[in-house]
């Protein structure tokens, strides 16, 4: 049975509808793991076992500070920090906890915490991840909390685990970085050929003993941007 607010008359109404009806304010809470936009993070500390990862954008680039100063891979940072941005809980498990051990958290399995302006800046979101969950749920999960927060949530172990990655997964892959534009010579040997190329004030290749040879700029474009 149902009624409208301030009206007599009852009426029927599906049992489908009434149960669509029923939430907990814990269905209610904001599922997503990070409130901003960790994606736009400029700086990021990974810990776990020991290990401290430090990385900092300079531009559009990712470079390592700790434990190596180096050119770090933009593509996996990038992987990590959108897949850590579009991570959802699939449950609240504890709104007040005062025994972090209890979930692992105490000495967790890892720590992340996302800066917006550098290492000095603001931060963004910093999370703790502890025990795996071992009953009740259909795909491996962990135990985590937001800093700042009491509530303890799930989190995917895939998520875990993306979030403790090792030096060489971190350290760039690109043999160079210097932009293909910007390079005016090269030289392919191979074999027994020894081909020395120069771009010429019209932006275009040429073998740099036979400028007047017509050569494809398609294909030695594609070969200098593998580099």
């Known amino acids: 049975y149902a009624r409208l607010d301030d009206e007599p008359e009852l009426?029927?109404?599906?049992?489908?509808?009434?149960?669509?009806?029923?939430?907990?304010?814990?269905?209610?809470?904001?599922?997503?793991?990070?409130?901003?936009?960790?994606?736009?993070?400029?700086s990021l500390t990974l810990n776990y076992n020991g290990n401290t990862f430090d990385v900092e954008k300079s531009g559009d680039r990712w470079k390592l500070l700790t434990p190596t100063r180096e050119a770090a891979d933009n593509v996996a940072i990038g992987d990590m920090l959108s897949e850590w941005n579009s991570a959802r809980t699939s449950d609240f498990i504890d709104t007040g906890t005062q025994n972090?051990?209890?979930?692992?958290?105490?000495?967790?399995?890892l720590t992340a915490s996302?800066?917006?302006?550098?290492?000095?800046?603001?931060k963004i979101y910093a999370m703790r991840v502890?025990?795996?969950?071992?009953?009740?749920?259909?795909?491996?999960?962990?135990y985590?909390?937001?800093?700042?927060?009491?509530t303890v949530f799930s989190v995917s172990d895939a998520l875990a685990k993306k979030l403790r990655p090792t030096l060489t997964s971190l350290r760039s892959k690109e043999l160079f970085t210097l932009a293909a534009d910007n390079i005016g010579r090269a030289r392919f040997?191979?074999?027994?050929?020894?081909?020395?190329?120069?771009?010429?004030?019209?932006?275009?290749?040429?073998?740099?003993?036979d400028p007047q040879t017509a050569l494809d700029q398609t294909l030695i474009g594609r070969k200098i941007d593998t580099l």
């Not at 025990?131 to 962990?142: E, Q």
């Not at 191979?190 to 275009?204: E, F, K, T």
């Open 130 to 142: 502890g025990d795996v969950i071992t009953t009740g749920v259909p795909t491996p999960m962990r």
């Open 11 to 42: 009426f029927t109404v599906g049992e489908s509808l009434a149960r669509s009806l029923i939430v907990t304010p814990l269905q209610l809470r904001d599922k997503r793991l990070a409130p901003a936009n960790v994606s736009e993070a400029t």
């Open 100 to 109: 972090l051990a209890k979930y692992g958290l105490n000495h967790p399995f």
């Open 189 to 209: 040997q191979m074999l027994r050929h020894d081909i020395p190329l120069s771009r010429g004030a019209d932006a275009q290749w040429h073998f740099t003993d």
């Open 114 to 122: 996302a800066y917006a302006d550098g290492d000095e800046g603001r």
């Open 144 to 150: 985590a909390m937001r800093e700042g927060s009491p």
